[in-house]
């Protein structure tokens, strides 16, 4: 039986993958309306912002692979 210590060490790094899915998301959304021209006078902002967020999601999601992979096994 799995006690609630793994279940948290696993669920930590399925909330960092989520939220990294979901920032992901938001930097594509942001992407897309900077090419469609929806930026509203300030399309460099937008452009900075898309940029931003697929990076964090990148960071978010990779930690989040590495805390199940790496730090979950030795625990």
Known sequence: ???IG????GGISAILIVIGYV???CGIL???FQAFGRGNGAPE???WCG???????LIMGGS??????IVKPKA
């Open 1 to 3: 039986m799995n006690s």
């Open 6 to 9: 793994d279940i948290m060490k």
């Open 23 to 25: 920032v992901l998301w």
């Open 30 to 32: 942001c992407l897309l």
């Open 45 to 47: 902002m937008l452009l």
């Open 51 to 57: 940029i931003g967020c697929v990076i964090f999601s």
């Open 64 to 69: 989040g692979t590495a805390w199940y992979y």
